[in-house]
């Protein structure tokens, strides 16, 4: 980050210098008091069940000297420090980080998505990284917090912001683009996830497009015409819209080869001219994903060689389809996310893993609303006419996946509990197995993973 004044904090926040010194500088923020320092600006944030005031004491003894606050009895005492008050930390964050990232003059690209959108941000970030500078949303920061705090870890020595912007409800993705303003977007795609909260496929559409709100002739918007509620000839607006699909696209996916564990190969065509891609990541989906990447950063002068090189560099953020093995034991450990398009796609990866059996040991999928469960029995459906030789649902929402799979005459289990499933693994698993663990993030099915690799 760079330095920055107290002064331009305190205008940026319209907030007011309690006392300190407004020609003052930091050159972090930091919103844990435990990871402060004397240049360090402290952002207290007030959450549903803690409001982190009661820690600015701790990050003064720790050597913080500059303090964000709504609360002036907080910091009261702290008269040797620089203390601006506000009204809203949370919202004096976003303001700040909105002036600094204007500040600091960088090309923006941002991604969306109901499933995806991490792995396609990483892919743009390696492909800007061949030519740019470039800097990127840290692990799955895309929310109102965590783009902020992204924004500070950039300075004005890059070129290229790279940033992922995540939604549970409408309006959200309107907050962040007031503060990052993207050049590019992309929208990998819309799901079900959120159905709960948004009521219908169509309002997440509106929500995603959300990332376009303050775009014009200047911008373009690069979306995923796979799916079904992504297409060009309905966006009638005044920025370029870039349709990236598996026919007759600007930029079209063909010949997808899944080779398992050891990634994906096929073909991407623009303009007529096609080039043959090996991606070293598997799972099927990222064809697509890659594409959208490619086609985002044409948009900022990353030219298909470029493109393809950085693809020959990408490393995932988080569990995604991450291979692990132990004493003859393959797993495949995709525990970050799930939606029904992703376990399927997830267990297609499997089957084409070389594997003496191959096992699925699934959780359950977040925020699928009504359907929910009619939803988790299509995975257990899946799972069985893709050849999965054990399915093994655990925690109640995987109870309907395993009804799924018992319906269509599967080798199916349940457990209520990762616990209840740790005292049998040793007797269900054996040297030669291929092994997927698939869930949403909430459920922590990683540790099952770590399970299977500790012993």
Excluded at 7 to 16: C, P
Excluded at 163 to 179: K, S, T
Excluded at 321 to 346: C, F, H, Q, W
Aim: with cysteine; glycine share 10%; aromatic share 6%.
């Amino acid at each position: 980050m760079n330095p920055i004044t107290i002064d331009e904090i305190t205008k940026a926040t319209n907030g007011s210098l309690l006392w300190g010194n407004g020609q003052a500088t930091i050159d972090n923020v930091s919103t844990d008091s435990r990871r402060v320092g004397c240049k360090t600006l402290f952002i207290p944030l007030k959450g549903e069940n803690h409001d982190a005031h009661k820690f600015i004491p701790m990050a003064a003894e720790a050597g913080c000297r500059t303090f964000l606050t709504s609360n002036k009895d907080a910091t009261a005492g702290l008269t040797a420090c620089n203390v601006i008050f506000v009204d809203d930390t949370l919202a004096a964050m976003q303001a700040l980080a909105k002036y600094y990232l204007d500040k600091i003059h960088v090309k923006r690209l941002a991604v969306t998505g109901s499933v995806g959108k991490t792995s396609t941000r990483d892919m743009v970030y390696y492909m800007c990284c061949e030519k740019y500078k470039t800097g990127r949303s840290m692990a799955n920061f895309n929310n109102d917090v965590g783009v902020p705090l992204t924004i500070f870890s950039l300075d004005d020595s890059m070129d290229i912001a790279v940033f992922e912007e995540g939604m549970d409800h409408a309006g959200e993705i309107h907050r962040l683009v007031v503060i990052t303003r993207p050049d590019v977007a992309i929208i990998t795609n819309v799901g079900i996830s959120h159905l709960e909260n948004l009521g219908s496929r169509e309002n997440i559409l509106k929500a995603k497009m959300e990332i376009a709100d303050y775009f014009g002739p200047d911008n373009a918007l690069v979306i995923n015409e796979s799916c079904d509620l992504l297409n060009k000839e309905d966006i009638h607006e005044d920025y370029k819209v870039i349709g990236v699909g598996e026919k007759n696209n600007d930029y079209t996916v063909s010949n997808v080869c899944d080779l398992g564990e050891k990634g994906i190969e096929f073909t991407l065509t623009v303009h007529g001219d096609s080039r043959k891609i090996f991606l070293g990541v598997p799972g099927a989906h990222n064809a697509i994903n890659a594409a959208l990447a490619i086609a985002a950063c044409s948009q900022v002068g990353i030219t298909m060689d470029q493109a393809i090189a950085g693809l020959g560099h990408l490393e995932l953020t988080g569990k995604r389809l991450a291979l692990r093995e132990s004493r003859g034991i393959k797993v495949i450990d995709d525990t970050y996310n799930a939606a029904p398009e992703s376990m399927k796609s997830a267990i297609n990866t499997l089957m084409n893993t070389e594997g003496q059996r191959h096992i699925a040991i699934l959780g359950g999928m977040n925020e699928l609303g009504v359907d929910s469960e009619v939803y988790h029995r299509k995975v257990g459906d899946f799972a069985v006419e893709s050849g999965v030789d054990l399915l093994i649902g655990v925690e109640d929402k995987a109870k309907a996946i395993v009804a799924g799979a018992d319906e269509k005459g599967g080798n199916a289990m349940w457990f209520g509990s990762k616990e209840e499933l740790y005292g049998k693994l040793s007797g269900l698993l054996k040297s030669g197995d291929i092994v997927l663990i698939k869930a949403s993030n909430a459920l922590h099915m990683d540790e099952v993973a770590d399970k299977i690799i500790n012993g």
